[in-house]
């Protein structure tokens, strides 16, 4: 592999002026600059990152902690991340960490070794709570984050989306529910179930309702959930789910025990994932503004990077969509 040395001897220059060329353009003449550039192209010479970044003390990349990178509310805000971050000039890693404390060990171990300047943790866990201690980088908390805790979090109002949703869901006459959530322990979770129960009592519904409880967001935990739900209670008529990932799995489920959606049965998601209007039926949901989660994230960021701000949270309006997967109760 050619190094700087052998550019530098091809193009006639020293290494400081390779490195200049590099580094900072403008301070090099354009003929210079020509000569060094046709050395390094002929060459195929690539620069060592590692080095690099120590030199200007910038890694230019950011760590995305993902909780599931097979979900698409997740690939939606990374990839809007990923564009407004390359506006500046910054790159964005990837890491998928099923909320697991390994992940944050293993991201502390990138942020310590300056091999990433800033994080955006779109899972549960908080970095600089849950014993590990704050590392001195700028951190964006976002989706499942904690709110009024001092830390960065951009999210939504989650109690408010799912009151939204129950409200609607109650107001097409539904008064016996099965609700298909997430991680009993994940914050998202408990703030959702605290709108659906608020929606109830505003509407004065006291019979009990039925709630299964998942290991993930995910599709085959959903369809599972169904399964339990009509074990519990055949008669109900709305299910709620904590995400479209999970309404798919629990359609896929009312299929299997012959109900149509939303016929003999409603059943709604959450996110509007890019998916939600394409199944059939489209999804009844809450939408998160995905691409504004990204970019607002970035821009938080890079203000805490460059110290105009201090941690502060932020919370985007939701939607509540109205497709096919739920209808008035028949
Ligand atoms: O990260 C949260 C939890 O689940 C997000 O809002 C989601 O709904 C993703 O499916």
């Known amino acids: 592999m050619p190094t700087i040395k052998d550019v530098a001897r091809r193009a006639g220059v020293s290494i400081a002026t390779v490195s200049r060329t590099l580094n900072k353009p403008e301070t090099v003449r354009a003929d210079t600059r020509e000569l060094v550039q046709a050395a390094i192209d002929e060459m195929g010479y690539r620069p060592n990152g590692l080095a690099q970044s120590m030199r200007q003390q910038s890694s230019r990349s950011i760590l995305a902690m993902v909780p599931d990178i097979a979900n698409p509310f997740f690939a939606a805000i990374v990839s809007a991340a990923q564009v407004e971050a390359a506006k500046a000039g910054y790159r964005i890693l990837l890491m998928n960490t099923a909320n697991t404390p390994a992940s944050e060990d293993a991201a502390l171990a990138l942020a310590e070794t300056r091999l990433v300047d800033g994080i955006l943790q779109l899972g549960e866990r908080q970095i600089g709570l849950n014993g590990w201690y704050a590392p001195d980088i700028p951190v964006i908390h976002m989706c499942e984050g904690p709110i009024g805790a001092g830390f960065a979090t951009i999210a939504i109002n989650n109690v408010r989306a799912m009151e939204d949703m129950v409200a609607y869901l109650i107001s097409l006459g539904h008064?016996?529910?099965?609700?298909?959530?997430?991680?009993?322990?994940?914050?998202?979770?408990?703030?959702?179930?605290?709108?659906?129960?608020?929606?109830?009592?505003?509407?004065?519904?006291?019979?009990?309702?039925?709630?299964?409880?998942?290991?993930?967001?995910?599709?085959?935990?959903?369809?599972?959930?169904?399964?339990?739900?009509?074990?519990?209670?055949?008669?109900?008529?709305?299910?709620?789910?904590?995400?479209?990932?999970?309404?798919?799995?629990a359609i896929a489920g009312a299929a299997r025990h012959g109900k149509q959606v939303p016929g003999d049965i409603s059943i709604t998601g959450f996110d509007d994932v890019q998916y939600a209007r394409h199944h059939v039926p489209p999804l009844t949901t809450i939408a998160q503004p995905q691409s504004e989660l990204g970019n607002t994230a970035i821009s938080s960021l890079f203000a805490l990077m460059n110290g105009t701000a201090s941690p502060a949270d932020m919370i985007l309006p939701h939607e509540l969509v109205v497709r096919q997967s739920a209808a008035p109760l028949r």
């Open 175 to 249: 008064r016996r529910f099965g609700f298909v959530t997430g991680p009993e322990n994940n914050r998202v979770t408990r703030d959702r179930i605290c709108g659906a129960r608020r929606a109830l009592e505003a509407a004065g519904i006291t019979t009990p309702q039925r709630w299964i409880s998942n290991d993930t967001y995910n599709i085959a935990d959903g369809e599972q959930a169904f399964d339990d739900l009509m074990r519990e209670d055949a008669g109900i008529t709305a299910v709620c789910c904590f995400s479209d990932h999970l309404a798919v799995g």
